[in-house]
C-alpha cells in the first residue's frame, strides 16, 4: 500500500498541483498586498481620504460602549454587529485583479499552444519510385 501511495504521490500531476497550490497561495499575497496598500489608498484619496477597509455599517450597537465609532477596529472592540461592506469591496477588487491575471495568462498559453501547432507542411512532391512506376505506366500505354 505504501508503494502505490508513493506512486502516486510521485505522479507528474499530483506534484504540478502542489506547486501550482503554493504559487497560487503566493500570488494571492501579493494580489492582496497590491490591492490594499496600492490600488485601494489613490482609490480612496480621489473620494475624500476614505480607507476602504474601514468603512462599516453598524447594525447593533457594542455591549462595551455605544457608538458612533470612529473605526471598524473600535466597533468590534466594543462588540458591536457590523456590516463590513469595505472589506467587501477590497475583496471584489482582489477578484478582479486575480482573475484578470488567470485570464492573461490562460490567454497566453493558448497562444503558445495554437504556435506549437503549426499548420501542416504542404504535401511533399511523389517520391521517386512513384514517378518510376508513372513514366512505366505511360509508356506501356504508348
Do not use: C, H, W
Amino acid at each position: 500500500m505504501f508503494k502505490e501511495f508513493k506512486e502516486f504521490a510521485m505522479k507528474g500531476n499530483v506534484v504540478d498541483l502542489a506547486v501550482g497550490v503554493i504559487i497560487g497561495a503566493a500570488f494571492g499575497t501579493i494580489v492582496k498586498s497590491l490591492v490594499d496598500d496600492v490600488i485601494m489608498p489613490p482609490i480612496g484619496l480621489l473620494l475624500g481620504n476614505v480607507d476602504f477597509s474601514n468603512l462599516f455599517f453598524v447594525l447593533k450597537e457594542g455591549v462595551k460602549s455605544v457608538g458612533p465609532y470612529t473605526t471598524l477596529k473600535e466597533a468590534t472592540e466594543a462588540g458591536a454587529v457590523v456590516l463590513k461592506y469595505g472589506v467587501f469591496v477590497n475583496a471584489v477588487v482582489n477578484f478582479l485583479i486575480v482573475a484578470f491575471s488567470v485570464f492573461m495568462v490562460i490567454k497566453q498559453l493558448n497562444r503558445f499552444k495554437k504556435a506549437e501547432v503549426a499548420e501542416p507542411a504542404a504535401p511533399a512532391g511523389p517520391s521517386e519510385e512513384v514517378l518510376l512506376l508513372r513514366e512505366i505506366r505511360d509508356s506501356l500505354k504508348k
